[in-house]
């Protein structure tokens, strides 16, 4: 990773001095300890690394945010991007699931199997594919 040298302006060191006090975020301190102009400290990243507990790509992303778009973005959380919901079971679906059991096996099996209830829950419309082990996760909760 190359070093990129930051530079804060006077005003800057003041406004990130301000945040730090009102809180702990790494990157406002990060971007006053890598200050190289003639108020700064100039730390290396060893000693950012050590005194914040942060890795080298941390300190590489908020060097690169605030030399791209400036202070204020560098400072910002970036907005994270919609996440699909991943469970395929809600509660409902999961008492349905239980009722299947407690129910008993079809006429032609002994007990039920993990996938035999995956594809059960399928033909019943209850879920529109699902796998064993989502099942067996499912039911691990419960008992």
Do not use: N, Y
Not at 54 to 81: H, K, N, Y
Not at 84 to 104: F, Q, V
């Amino acid at each position: 990773m190359s070093k990129h040298t930051i530079e804060l302006t006077f005003e800057q060191c003041q406004q990130l001095e301000r945040l730090v006090k009102a809180g702990k975020a790494p990157a406002r301190q990060i971007l006053l300890k890598t200050d190289s102009s003639q108020q700064g400290p100039a730390w290396t990243d060893q000693q950012i690394q050590s005194a914040f507990g942060v890795g080298r790509t941390t300190i590489w992303r908020v060097r690169e945010r605030f030399l791209s778009t400036g202070l204020l973005d560098a400072l910002a959380r970036r907005e994270q991007p919609d996440r699909p919901e991943k469970r395929k079971l809600d509660g409902e679906k999961e008492a349905h699931l239980i009722a299947l059991i407690c129910a008993g096996p079809p006429e032609d099996q002994e007990r039920w199997s993990l996938r035999l209830l995956a594809e059960k829950l399928v033909q019943l419309a209850e879920v529109e594919m699902i796998s064993h082990e989502t099942v067996r996760q499912a039911l691990k909760k419960t008992s």
